[in-house]
């Protein structure tokens, strides 16, 4: 049995600050040698009432009571001030074989030292003993309270980090659980368009900025808050003194005053935060995860609605969030389940009224729900990243289909496909369509990526580097939606684009209003400038398209032609021979 020997004669070892049974059996000079002459302080007591029945010289020592301790009880060696109760920490110790204490304790020149007592059971001479091992924790607690204190710190702003501020988080939201009426304020801050400044003025300097936001949010907290940083550019803070009335909207107030003055690089920035806020507490309570989740989106409407402010989080967040939360985890199952179809929409050659191509349009096809068009889906597959995967997917089953028609003896047709923002900055587009058509024996002037403006306008430059490499590789290009945000008419030369999808808000209007009339002529002047086609989306109706041709218009796609159908519908049309000729 560990710990208890059936001789008389004590058979312990401390290896380390562990203790262990050596052996048990007849005990020999050297290990009598390892309890006497050992360094740490060693007590043999009483079970029942603590009576020390054998002492090492080192306890004799350390208690200042050479040969004489034996008789006393343990419980005098502390002062009663300084220590709990030995007794119950004792025999709780001995149960678990584990240290007791720590608790202070002063030797006798006064010194203040941290001591702990490692603790087993035994026989001794046939009494229940336990065995103490008095050890000086001084030192070793300073060194654990320094580990704490340095691995709870974000080490470049100083203030605490993410696993502290969870840590705090969650002891809130226990604190919450037993305490009804408890109530705390979460802020999650993320700083307006830092990823500018980053680039701007480079790592350093945007390092400097960041240590400056922490020091001055610190500065501006109360008693009974504090903050941390939890992201490259994102600080929590949390306060249990705030939570009532307006509290929470004062603290978030306070924040971004916090951020309003210029900040001192040259050239002095500007900077604002958009901060989410949730107020933690009451029924049920909302768990730790949640809440982040929470704060979060509220900072993203936050963002949303213009940056530089803060949004409480509120019921129709919360629907948000649990319909983003289902989707997501909806996508990630219809993505291993192959939920996905392409569903394939005309592209028509105005001047011949012929078919120049499709393009592939993604269909969610649940097995309850039936089609979802991307409208339902798309932005969740965006957020989580899910487009990625995706992504591929569609690249992959675009070309396999067609290499499919190919094989059937249809006309070739090329083939457009949407690729995301997510995917031009995360995903290695460019391998993927390689792939695909190696994979396929498509030939690449066959296919064609569409991007829309926000995408290739959120990182200009960078956007050059993939588009020359898709280029590169014989794989067409084209601006979708164009028109509906904002392009820098100086990117659009270098962009090379092959086509500018004009987007259907625009042709919507052609027939009606003068001003969509005249902004779609100059967006198909553009493009022949650039010697881009022009192509005009959602044609609906005969005098849109009849609009697009006096315009000059190159190809048109919508409703008008066909709506988007699935792939054997669309390999009919082909068969059919194009319904549209005649339109010139
Ligand atoms: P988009 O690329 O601009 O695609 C054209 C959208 O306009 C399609 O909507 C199409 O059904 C719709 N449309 C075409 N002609 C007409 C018309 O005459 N009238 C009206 N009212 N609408 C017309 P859909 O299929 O719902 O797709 C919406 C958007 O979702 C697409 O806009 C595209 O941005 C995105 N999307 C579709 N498939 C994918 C994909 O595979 N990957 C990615 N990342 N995005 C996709
Ligand atoms: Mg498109
Ligand atoms: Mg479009």
């Given amino acids: 049995m560990p710990g208890v020997s059936r001789t008389g004669t004590i058979v312990v070892g401390v290896v380390g600050q562990q203790l262990g049974l050596i052996s048990v059996g007849t005990p020999t ?16 007591v009483e079970r029942q009432g603590l009576r020390v029945l054998a002492a090492n010289k080192s306890a004799e020592r350390a208690y200042g009571v050479p040969g004489g301790l034996t008789g006393w009880s343990a419980a005098q060696l502390w002062k009663e001030s300084q220590r709990p109760d030995l007794e119950g920490l004792l025999a709780e110790a001995a149960a678990v074989r584990h240290r007791s204490g720590p608790w202070t304790h002063l030797d006798e020149t006064g010194n203040t030292h941290d001591v702990g007592i490692y603790c087993s059971e035994l026989t001794y001479e046939g009494v229940d003993a336990l065995l103490l091992v008095v050890a000086d924790l001084t030192d070793d607690l300073a060194r654990e309270r320094a580990l704490v204190e340095g691995a709870s710190k974000d080490t470049l702003t100083g203030v605490a980090n993410s696993a502290y501020f969870l840590d705090r988080l969650r002891q809130m939201v226990g604190r919450a659980t037993h305490e009804p009426d408890y109530r705390f304020t979460v802020l999650y801050l993320d700083l307006d368009r830092f990823r500018d400044v980053n680039e701007r003025l480079g790592h350093i300097a945007a390092d400097k900025i960041l ?11 109360r008693p009974g808050e504090f903050v941390a940083r939890v992201g490259g550019d994102e600080f929590g803070v949390l306060s249990d003194a705030q939570a009532s009335g307006n509290g929470p909207l004062r603290l978030a107030e306070r924040m971004m005053q916090a951020l309003s003055e210029p900040f001192g690089t040259q050239p002095p920035i500007s900077l604002s935060a958009s901060i989410g806020v949730v107020v933690g507490g009451g029924e049920p309570v909302i768990q730790t995860d949640a809440i982040i989740r929470n704060a979060d989106a509220a900072m993203h409407r936050a963002k949303q609605q213009g940056r530089a402010r803060y949004e409480l989080f509120d019921e129709s967040l919360h629907q948000r969030a649990v319909d983003y939360a289902r989707t997501e985890a909806e996508l990630r199952l219809g993505l291993k389940q192959n939920e996905f179809a ?36 798309i932005s969740v597959a965006e957020e989580s990243g899910l487009i990625v995967p995706l992504g591929d997917w569609v690249i992959h089953d675009a070309c396999r289909q067609m290499r499919e028609w190919r094989d059937e003896g249809l006309s070739e047709i090329s083939v457009s496909v949407n690729v995301s923002a997510r ?12 792939g695909a058509l190696q994979d396929t024996g498509i030939e690449a002037r066959l296919l064609t990526a569409e991007l829309t403006e926000s995408v290739v306008m959120e990182d200009p430059v960078a956007s050059i580097e993939i588009m020359t490499e898709i280029s590169a590789l014989g794989i067409g290009l084209a601006m979708d939606d164009f028109g509906t945000g904002y392009s820098s008419l100086s990117y659009l030369k270098r962009f090379n684009f092959d086509s500018l999808k004009i987007d259907r808000s625009f042709i919507d209007g052609i027939d009606r209003s003068a001003g969509d009339a005249s902004i779609v002529a100059a967006v198909i002047a553009l493009a022949h400038s650039f010697k881009s086609r022009a192509v005009g989306e959602g044609v609906e109706t005969p005098e849109q398209l009849q609009y697009l041709r006096l315009l000059r218009c190159d190809m048109a796609q919508g409703f008008y032609f066909s709506r988007p159908v699935p792939a054997d519908d669309f390999a009919g049309i082909m068969r059919r021979g194009t319904p549209w000729s005649g339109l010139s």
């Fill in 29 to 44: 000079d050297g290990m009598q040698d390892l309890f006497y002459a050992n360094p740490l302080p060693m007590l043999v």
């Fill in 423 to 434: 995917q031009f900055r995360d995903g290695d587009v460019v391998a993927t369509l390689k």
């Fill in 342 to 377: 392409l569903y394939y929409q005309p592209i028509v050659t105005i001047a011949g009224g012929g078919m120049h191509g499709a393009e592939a349009l993604l269909r969610w096809v649940k097995p309850q729900e039936g089609v979802l068009a991307p409208g339902a889906f």
């Fill in 211 to 221: 240590a400056e936001v922490g020091a001055r949010l610190t500065a501006a907290l």
